[in-house]
Structure formats: C-alpha cells, structure tokens
C-alpha cells in the first residue's frame, strides 16, 4: 500500500505561515493582497493565487521572492495538524508514504523536517492533474487530501480519495469531487485504515 498526503491544511496548519509571507510580499511590492482571503483557500500553487492580485508580467518575480522568503519567515510559524503524525505512521505500517504537494518542493521538505513527519519521498510542485499523474507513477493505492483538487488528482489516477475537511473544502464538496470517505480530522485516519 502507498499512500499520498498533501501538505497544507492536510498535513500541517500553513495559514500563518503563509500570511506573514504574503504580508511581506505587498510591503516589497506595494501590491494590494487580501492576505485574509488568501489564506482561506489555500490548496493552488502560489502562481495562481498571486495572478489575482498582480499584472501577469510580475507574477513570476513575485512567486520567486515568496518562495525566497519562506523558510526565514513561515517555517517558525506553522504547525502539524492534529493527528497528521499518528495518520502518517499508520500509513507507514502499511507501507510507504509519500508527499504530493503544490508547494515549492525544498521549502515542503524544511516542513517535513522541522515537525519530524516521517514521510517518504516529497513531490512539490504539483497540482490537480500534475499530482495524478505522480500518484500513477509512484503506484499509489490511496490520496488524503484538503481541496476537491486533490479528490480530482485521487480520481485521474484511479485511487482511493480520502478527504479530510480540515482546508477550503466541505464534505459535500470532497464527496462531489470524488472522495470515497471524508474525515473531519486526520485523527481519524488510523480507525479509518484498520476498517479497510
């Protein structure tokens, strides 16, 4: 069995983090960025999310600095998720563990470091169809993940979503997206395992 976990809001709380960096993003760029509403959809990479607040030709530059600044300024400020060690070493017992990320591969490994969460290898970069396509290659079984994108990854690659409703996403979302099962908490994903 190998299972894919995303990251934020899945395995970890990144939505302080990833403010305090978007804040110093519009002191550098004098952009207008609604930090607070970034934060509450977290799940694409931050291409996408700053093409909302920034002429096109600028947002490739500014992406760069944000993940330039990420480890002096988010690392410090994010925590695991509950139950995200528990579910990833329940995993492990069945097998391998992998990461399936839209962050930036490096600054999503510094996260797996500094909290100690025991998985295996870390894909950063992906997104929506991009983690299917890495879920296909590593063999996965399962997905577990926030944003009905991840539910759309799970489904392009033909495995078993599992949805956890602790990101941007309802329950109905997830199941409408594809989940097989949605748990409000990773806390939950070790009972969830054993029943399978």
């Keep these: 069995m190998i299972t894919g976990f995303d990251l934020d809001m899945t395995l970890i709380d990144s939505r302080p983090g990833i403010k305090a960096v978007y804040e110093q993003v519009v002191v550098e760029s004098g952009a207008t960025i609604d930090t607070d509403l970034v934060v509450s959809r977290l799940g694409p990479p931050v291409e996408w999310e700053l093409a909302h607040w920034l002429p096109e030709d600028e947002v490739k530059r500014w992406a760069d ?18 139950g995200a060690r528990e579910a990833v070493e329940a995993a492990n017992q069945r097998g391998r563990t992998i990461l399936i990320t839209a962050k930036h591969g ?5 996260h797996v ?48 979503g599992v949805g956890v409703t602790t990101g941007p996403s309802s329950t109905e979302e997830l199941r409408a997206a594809g989940a097989e099962t949605v748990l409000s908490s990773l806390e939950d994903f070790p009972a969830w395992l054993d029943r399978r």
């Excluded at 988010?74 to 925590?79: E, I, P, T």
């Excluded at 490096?106 to 510094?110: E, S």
């Excluded at 100690?116 to 290659?137: Q, S, Y």
């Design 113 to 160: 470091d500094r909290l100690d969460l025991p998985v295996g290898e870390v894909f950063g970069g992906t997104w929506r169809e991009a983690k299917g396509v890495v879920l296909r290659e590593q063999g996965a079984t399962t997905y577990v993940g926030d944003h009905v994108h991840d539910m759309d990854a799970a489904k392009l690659a033909g495995v078993v």
């Design 106 to 110: 490096p600054n999503a490994r510094l």
């Design 65 to 82: 600095r944000y993940r330039e600044l990420y480890p002096a300024i988010a690392l410090d400020l994010v925590a695991a998720m509950p």
